[in-house]
């Protein structure tokens, strides 16, 4: 049993994989959550063999009971969760005449249901200890349209909104609710949109013709460039920060 443990979702893969061994590495408890137990296994396997203090807790963030069963447990078996990192989500693509349904519903149940899930059952905890801090790790598309990603855009603006309105009630307990926006970031879903070599090339340079600008940095995103960022917010030093949204793109969308 640890004195404070961070939960981090979406913890097998892409950012919330990183989040979890930058975290971890700097001795905080991770209990890694994420749908597939399979790939979850695996990551922990990884995680314990390097040393690192995470512990696997498969769940499906949509379901509220059931998110409410996983944070008594990780309380129970590890520790109080006094940092929170909503990093599972999901990407399906489409113009949006030809959306369909089932996409749409999964894309807000994970990017939206799920971080209303887990901010409620953790928070509730929070509030009578008088400390906490969460970060949900949003897109710069939340503030920045994409053609044929109306759903994912429209799913990051809710969790960003939601999580700031949180953060103002939550304030006055001490409790820090911030985000943490990154643009095109080298993860299994943004290669799930490549599909060619000079994909690369195309996400540096925009595409006018889809009004989407290009990265003036130059370079790709890493999944460890939005991690210390995650960390940054969930730290002592962040102890004045609430309510903001921190964008990680390399300039892609202008600073807006």
Request: glycine content about 10%.
């Amino acid at each position: 049993m640890y004195a404070s443990t961070a939960l981090v979702t979406g913890a097998a893969g892409g950012i919330g994989a990183e989040v979890t061994r930058l975290l971890a590495g700097r001795g905080t408890p991770v209990a890694a959550v994420d749908h597939s137990e399979e790939r979850l296994t695996a990551f922990v396997a990884e995680c314990t063999a390097a040393g690192l203090p995470v512990r696997g807790f498969p769940a499906d963030v949509t379901d509220s009971k059931s998110v409410a069963d996983l944070v008594a447990a990780v309380e129970s078996e590890f520790g109080p969760v006094d940092r929170l990192v909503n990093a599972a989500g999901v990407l399906r693509l489409g113009p949006v005449l030809e959306f369909g349904d089932e996409d749409w519903a999964v894309t807000f149940a994970v990017n939206v249901t799920g971080v209303l899930n887990l901010c409620r059952a953790v928070v509730a905890r929070m509030i009578p200890r008088g400390r906490g801090a969460i970060v949900t790790v949003s897109s710069n598309a939340a503030g920045t349209p994409r053609a044929e990603m109306a759903a994912y855009a429209a799913s990051k603006a809710a969790a960003t909104q939601f999580t700031k309105s949180l953060g103002l009630e939550v304030a006055g307990h001490g409790i820090r609710c911030n985000v943490v926006a990154p643009g095109s970031t080298d993860t299994p879903m943004l290669r799930s949109m490549w599909a060619d070599e000079e994909a690369a090339r195309r996400t540096l340079d925009g595409s006018p013709g889809l009004f989407r600008v290009g990265i003036p940095l130059r370079r790709i995103g890493r999944p460890s460039d939005v991690a210390h960022a995650v960390a940054f917010l969930l730290s002592d030093e962040a102890a004045q920060i609430t309510l903001h949204d921190l964008t990680v793109d390399g300039g892609a969308s202008l600073g807006v």
